[in-house]
């Protein structure tokens, strides 16, 4: 019985030496690169839903309706006059009026890409700093005139028959 004790505890011992060796031979070779965050020690401030009307022909042909999220160095951000999320509206605004060839009825045309770099870069420009190093897009629409009327008459239509079924039931 002592033998058979005595075994275990030297396989207990032989096992804890072996793993406190290989993490004390790991540690000093760098087993490998500890991996690096994205844009580690950014923040990601969201955008409340942006909505830019798209004038055609001297109509509105529809809406543009962009969220983003944007990185940004805390001690920037703190710097700035004005708030950041009326600075990245109004270069949403400006691109979109600067580039009227951009067709949202075609999807080949959009390029996100491009959208997201000239965002970042007109305020960077504009600030005079690196205040945003990158432009997420959390959601991005495009409604037609057309799509607008027609979710507003159905909102009417169902809001129409709640109103009469609840006048119904309480008679």
């Not at 909505?51 to 022909?57: E, Q, T």
Request: with cysteine; hydrophobic share 45%.
């Amino acid at each position: 019985m002592i033998k058979v004790v005595a075994i275990a505890v030297w396989i207990c011992a032989a096992t804890l030496g072996a793993v406190f060796y290989s993490f004390q031979a790991a540690g000093e070779r760098g087993v490998g690169e500890t991996p690096k965050p994205m844009l580690g020690g950014l923040d990601y401030v969201k955008t409340d839903i942006i909505s830019v009307p798209l004038i055609r022909d001297s109509q509105i042909s529809g809406y543009f309706l962009t969220k983003l999220v944007y990185t940004v160095e805390p001690e920037q951000i703190k710097k700035l006059s004005i708030p950041a999320d009326a600075l990245i509206t109004d270069q949403v605004y400006s691109y979109l009026y600067a580039n009227p060839q951009i067709d949202f009825t075609k999807k080949a045309t959009i390029d996100l890409d491009a959208f997201r770099a000239a965002i970042r870069d007109t305020v960077n420009t504009r600030v005079g700093a690196t205040l945003v190093h990158e432009v997420l897009i959390d959601q991005v629409n495009f409604l037609s005139k057309d799509e607008i009327r027609d979710n507003w008459l159905r909102r009417k239509k169902s809001e129409t028959a709640a109103e009469m079924t609840k006048a119904f039931k309480e008679h």
